[in-house]
């Protein structure tokens, strides 16, 4: 569940984004939309714990993000919150596996092999993927690796943002399809910033938090 009240976040040249209440059941999906530089990806990263709020509140899962201490956000994040970024962060340095393998480090876990595997698996991904490098992935099969290291952990909330600004319709509806199979294999509440018009056609049940180009204190 994620639930927001009051919420503000000033950036550091002055202007203050503020936002809308928002209350969204464990399970549900929010669509944040509004154009690009609006404050989508702020809100993604306040609720994540990422970035701090001027005022207002922010509960995800149960916890109000910003009553944690760093380090203990940091951990509670690993553990809860699975987050799709709009570049997919994978290091060429690692292979897939190993690339997998950094979120039970940044979650202070041992690495479950296994449950790698299964993550692969449930994505349509064979284990013969865990030992390639990024560089040797298509744009679907990497994707689909960096959606797989977001659900390893079995997060209360993902996030996703703007996962389908640069697909074509089809890979948008097949993206849309698995963020959707994952969120309900996990019960996981699905949160996803777009300014897609077709997430909006897709997701018509969603509840939506509106953005605009300008905020009441300067551009967002």
């Given at each position: 569940?994620?639930?927001?009240?009051?919420?503000?976040?000033?950036?550091?040249?002055?202007?203050?984004?503020?936002?809308?209440?928002?209350?969204?059941?464990?399970g549900g999906t929010l669509l944040l939309r509004g154009p690009?530089?609006?404050?989508?990806?702020?809100?993604?990263?306040?609720?994540?714990?990422l970035l701090t709020p001027?005022?207002?509140?922010?509960?995800?899962?149960?916890?109000?993000?910003?009553?944690?201490?760093?380090?203990?956000?940091?951990?509670?994040?690993?553990?809860?919150?699975?987050f799709l970024p709009q570049k997919l962060h994978l290091s060429?340095?690692?292979?897939?596996?190993?690339?997998?393998?950094?979120?039970?480090?940044?979650?202070?876990?041992?690495?479950?092999?296994?449950a790698i595997a299964s993550a692969l698996a449930?994505?349509?991904l064979s284990e013969a993927i865990a030992s390639r490098r990024p560089s040797q992935l298509s744009g679907g099969q990497a994707q689909r690796v960096a959606l797989a290291r977001a659900v390893l952990l079995r997060p209360r909330v993902f996030l996703a943002d703007e996962p389908t600004a640069s697909l074509d319709d089809g890979a948008c509806a097949m993206a849309l399809s698995l963020l959707q199979q994952c969120a309900t294999t996990?019960?996981?509440?699905?949160v996803i910033a777009t300014?897609?018009?077709?997430?909006?056609q897709a997701l018509p049940q969603a509840q939506v938090l509106g953005f605009r180009a300008a905020v009441a204190e300067g551009a967002a």
């Open positions: 569940m994620i639930e927001t009240r009051d919420l503000r976040y000033a950036y550091p040249r002055g202007d203050t984004l503020r936002l809308g209440d928002v209350s969204v059941a464990q690009s530089g609006s404050g989508k990806s702020t809100w993604l990263a306040l609720a994540a714990g001027l005022a207002g509140e922010i509960v995800v899962a149960g916890q109000s993000v910003a009553a944690l201490p760093a380090a203990a956000r940091d951990a509670w994040r690993a553990r809860h919150v699975g060429e340095a690692l292979t897939v596996g190993d690339n997998l393998a950094l979120a039970y480090f940044a979650a202070g876990l041992p690495v479950d092999r296994p449930m994505l349509g996990l019960q996981a509440t699905l300014h897609d018009a077709r997430v909006a």
